[in-house]
């Protein structure tokens, strides 16, 4: 898996309308908070909207090296770090301490759930209402809010298991 990312499949249900670059989306998400749109955050977005898999923070400074060799690594994990607390970059933790960065939904009713396989690390999207029951009864129940969207569920994916 080093540098190339984690296998990626979507099983999560498109989102409504009509499709947009999601780089600039991103980018008019900052520019209407008023934050700057700098080399490094448009190299960062880039990199994330090319849809391949959920690189983690080495794999994705990597990638953006080899298309902006002048932006140095410390500054493009600050800028995934400063994307994320944006809200404009969002992570999933993929087990064994390892992150997994992609851009985040322009909407949170798009916000998509995680399953990695525990043998191949091949990340399946899942719709983002799959977890609503368990998350409803949580709540009620126990008296626990549930953020299933940084953590991916755990299995053997049917390739593995074959």
């Keep these: ?3 190339q990312g984690h296998e990626h499949q979507h099983l999560a249900a ?5 499709e947009t670059d999601p780089v600039e989306a ?5 520019r209407a908070g008023g934050h700057r749109v700098t080399e490094a955050r448009r190299a960062v977005l ?3 909207a090319t849809g391949e898999g959920h690189p983690s923070a080495d794999e994705l400074s990597a990638r ?25 970059v969002t992570h999933v933790h993929i087990g064994g301490g390892a992150t997994a960065y992609h851009l985040a939904p322009g909407e949170p009713s798009r916000e998509h759930l995680h399953a990695i396989c525990s043998s191949c690390g091949r990340i ?5 209402d799959l977890l609503d029951p368990v998350t409803t009864w949580l709540a009620t129940a126990a008296d626990f809010t549930l953020a299933p969207a940084h ?4 299995g053997v994916c049917g390739t593995c298991r074959a």
Excluded: C, F, K, N
Aim: charged share 20%.
């Design 1 to 3: 898996m080093s540098g």
């Design 14 to 18: 498109p989102g409504p309308g009509p």
């Design 26 to 30: 991103a980018l008019d998400r900052l």
């Design 46 to 48: 880039e990199v994330l």
């Design 64 to 88: 953006v090296q080899d298309r902006h060799p002048g932006i140095h690594r410390a500054t493009i994990y600050r800028t995934v770090d400063r994307l994320t607390i944006l809200g404009v």
């Design 124 to 128: 399946i999207d899942l719709p983002g």
């Design 151 to 154: 953590v991916a569920l755990s």
